[in-house]
């Protein structure tokens, strides 16, 4: 079996996407395709004895499409701000050309000038024939492609829509009728571009996020062969080759050290903010940093193979394989619209053999097409959306698209990654002990002054501290990093060590005194630096990651809310408990690499969960895309803002709550939108028709039905805004 990955042009709504996968699928030889509206893209596995490339992309042509290549490119960003341009241009060209048409109906406006006749008959027939015809040609497209297909969807109703309005009005106008609609069908046409501005502009995050991560990985690395040291582009290092890695670099691929010792910033990979100390024979990633020391690697995985490519591969295949909603609109539009036709066509039939009369056949026939037209079917999902994402912006929450809120309002756990998400992610002083005389600020100072020579994210936690606290340091001197296991240097005629037991052991100091107090802090997960001065230990700084203010109170509401959470986190068992137990969360994930958070979210989804995922890290991007929901923390990485559904700009995790009711609260309302939309339609279809007439000898005007699509209309936007009165919990 084979997977290729190709972009298809020309998909411009959902049931493009679901056409062109249904069509993959029956071809013989392909176990899978999915084709994902939102990247534009198919992701189709295949048996090359009985299908071939040529096979799969004559298909998506037969359907109306272009395919560009296999070959998957990720930077779109230049393609996708054309078409949101575009999208943006149309919309805004159409609201204003609408303007004069709908003005000149409203008050009635007329003026003759010469043999023109009514000059502003004119104008709204100009102008909405150029909003409908040619700003709206995309519908009208949609249809005809529908139609080849046999089916039907909103670009048909839209069409039927405007097009019976404009021409209705074109051949009442040449009748000398005063009942004309050419506003109707502009300002529909006008609204329903508008939408499809903000939903094109929510597309296409996707590329960008595996852009971004491609771009994390080095460009070129410091080979030695032949006992020559030169530098050479990532792509030409082989397996086996021997690496330099000097500080501050990054590490070109995956490696393993031969020779030297440092430590490395993995939080890249695993989003723990605490450096790692790598020695002979430890394993070493890709796209990490190399912090203090010169390290010689033998790489062991380049190009594909490495830990950052099968993260991008991840991304990649997650947001393809999650296609988009199919809106329920589309999904009833394809029964509706048919029958909409079939009345409209009967209507004129029963219409003309009773009364033998062409205009007076065609008047009801019009009038149920008008009253049909869907203006609140298409408003009904983006005035809802419009107004819950832009009540939740004010909040500090950014909502995507419509798909999150469709997730959201069925989560029902919250799992969440540990550094970044629940806690701030950077390591700060929390305990400042003493075990003799000596002040605790007395060694916050001692051991500030001596920090401050080193680089270590730890040292500048307690920098950071004395800082604080405005405390003066001292002049030193004779100072060296013992990579792994502290510092020493020399403050006037004393010797100052800092670090953990092991460098205790090397120097013969007993720690004894103080073993019980150093086990204490570490069962908080704290790490703890010993303050050595003149071979006693005067005391000890304990440092850790703390927790964000309000993560107790998010867990607490979720929990209220009925919602379950977990924790997952990459850090060692011990220091998930310690944190999970100050939250109150029961269950946890400990020690967990970047695949494994995407297999455990896939766990929690086969025992029938909806799980919405919170993270920061470029790490927990893979996982933000394979949930349900994909929450991402502000404050966090780019790669993992844009892989989120939903972001939250000021980091809080009693966001998360916010936004899961918003979601709620907005999809709701797109369901009551939706059900008035087609009940306006479905109780003044059979009205427009003619039904009454036998009873009450009163037949309905296009005129009177236009007044009924646009109360259906009204009501759908007042609905929506009712959004904006009540406060989330």
Known sequence: MKKITFEIVGMHCASCSVRNERS????????????????HSAMVEYDEKLASKKDL?????????????????????EQFQKEVILAKKRAFTALILSAPPLVIA????????????????????????????????????????????????????????????????????????????????????????????????SRGKASEAIEKLIQLGAKTARVIRNGKEFETPIEQVKVGDIILVKPGEKIPVDGNVMRGVSSIDESMLTGESLPVGKQKGDDVFGATININGAIYIKATKVGEDTILSQIVKMVTEAQIKKAPIQKLADTVSGIFVPIVLGIAILTFIVWYYITGNLAQSIIPAVA??????????????????????????????????GEALERGKKIEVVVFDKTGTLTEGKPKVTDVVSFTK?????????????????????????VNAAKKKHIKLYNVGKFHNLTGKGVKAVIGKSTILIGNNALMKEHNISIKTCQDKIEELEKQAKTVALIVKDKVVVGAIAIADTLKEDSL??????????????????????????????????????????????????????????????????????ALVQADLGIAIGTGTDIAIEAGNIVLVKGSPLKVVEALDISKRTFKKIKQNLFWSFFYNSAGIPIAAGILYPFTGWLLSPMIAASAMALSS????????LLRGRRSP
């Open 368 to 401: 149920v097409l008008v009253i049909a037209c869907p203006c609140s079917l298409g408003l009904a999902t983006p005035t809802a959306i419009m107004v819950g994402t832009g009540t939740a912006a004010k909040r500090g929450i950014l909502i995507k698209n």
């Open 438 to 462: 000596v002040g605790s600020n007395d060694i916050l100072k001692i051991a500030a002054s001596v920090e401050a020579l080193s680089e270590h994210p730890l040292a500048k936690a307690v």
């Open 553 to 622: 109170e998010a867990i607490e509401k979720l929990r209220r809310l009925g919602i379950d959470t977990i924790m997952i986190t990459g850090d060692n068992q011990r220091t998930a408990e310690a944190i999970a137990s100050q939250v109150g969360i029961k269950k946890i994930f400990a020690e967990v690499l970047p695949e494994e958070k995407v297999e455990r979210v896939k766990s929690l989804q086969k025992n029938g969960l909806k799980v919405a995922f919170v993270g920061d890290g470029i790490n927990d991007a893979p």
């Open 106 to 201: 409203m008050f009635g406006l007329k003026t003759s000038l010469f043999f023109f006749g009514d000059i502003f008959l004119w104008i709204q027939a100009l102008l909405s024939s150029y909003v409908i015809l040619v700003l709206g040609w995309s519908f009208h497209r949609g249809m005809i492609q529908q139609a080849r297909m046999k089916s039907a969807n909103m670009d048909t109703l839209v069409s039927i829509g405007i097009l019976a309005a404009l021409f209705y009005s074109i051949w009442a106008m040449a009748l000398g009728n005063s009942d004309l609609y050419f506003e109707t069908g502009a300002i529909i046409a006008s609204f329903i571009l508008l939408g499809r501005y903000f939903e094109v502009s």
């Open 714 to 721: 009204v009501s759908v936007v007042l609905n929506s805004l």
């Open 57 to 77: 992309y004559d298909t998506v042509i037969k359907n109306g499409y272009k395919v560009l290549t296999e070959d998957f490119k990720h930077n779109h960003k």
């Open 24 to 39: 993959l699928k029956k071809i013989k030889g392909v176990s899978d395709a999915v084709v994902n509206f939102a990247t």
